[in-house]
């Protein structure tokens, strides 16, 4: 109703510069008809502006509306990009694996997200400009060096004992991109050879996956115990 209020006041007062015709507050269809020529006729400049006055206030009103549906737009943002749920990378959908599979993978491919994506994002508001944006999308590459450096930032200002915590969440970063699920004991089995050479190669694909287990379970321990640092 403030909105129409505003409407109608403008309109008074254009009628009133220009000696136009008052506007009845109630008419009949004929009526309204024959009073909108007589206003035309009067004053097309006064006319002019009241169109020009509806209209932006039209817009005005059309644009709050927008701001109020910002939260859906949120929620179509989030819905697509998947933020209530953790991310998967090797476990494709339709696809089963074992659940020993699907926890290191839900959390070290949601660690990656959150890096290259809402510390993107974060470095983004805080510098306050689209040039971030613009080169991500540009080159997307470019996340990741932008994400470490939010983090990097988050170091520097936090205590001691803190640095050593990002320490180990920038290096369980690197090891889930670049280095988890990317070495397969399993190809030094062959077939060949004898007895004796088999062992021997099946006690280094024993040894190989308890040091890859270890080094696994360590950077899954540290994402999960520091996980009250990774905030946006």
């Not at 909105?3 to 015709?21: H, S």
Request: aromatic residues 12%.
């Amino acid at each position: 109703m403030r909105d129409y209020a505003v409407q109608f006041w403008i309109e008074d007062k254009i009628r009133k510069v220009f000696k136009m015709t008052k506007k009845p507050s109630v008419a009949t269809w004929e009526s309204w008809e024959a009073f909108d020529n007589e206003s035309k006729e009067s004053s097309k400049v006064g006319t002019f502006l009241i169109t020009l006055s509806d209209n932006t206030c039209d817009f005005l009103h059309i644009a709050g509306e927008v701001v109020r549906l910002v939260p859906i737009r949120r929620f179509i943002r989030n819905y697509r990009d998947k933020t209530h749920v953790l991310h998967m990378s090797k476990t494709k959908v339709g696809q089963w694996t074992d659940i020993s599979n699907r926890i290191p993978d839900a959390i070290f491919t949601t660690l990656i997200w959150f890096v290259e994506h809402e510390c993107v994002q974060m470095q983004q508001w805080c510098e306050k400009s689209k040039n971030i944006e613009k080169l991500v999308k540009k080159n997307p590459t470019m996340r990741e060096t932008i994400g470490v450096e939010w983090l990097e930032w988050q170091r520097e200002n936090a205590t001691e004992e803190c640095k050593q915590n990002y320490d180990k969440l920038i290096a369980a970063y690197h090891y889930a991109k670049y280095e988890w699920g990317k070495a397969d004991p399993y190809l030094l089995y062959t077939l060949e050879g004898t007895a004796e050479e088999k062992r021997i190669i099946c006690d280094k694909i024993r040894q190989m996956e308890e040091r890859l287990h270890e080094e696994e379970t360590m950077h899954l321990t540290n994402v999960v115990q520091l996980r009250n640092h990774l905030w946006t």
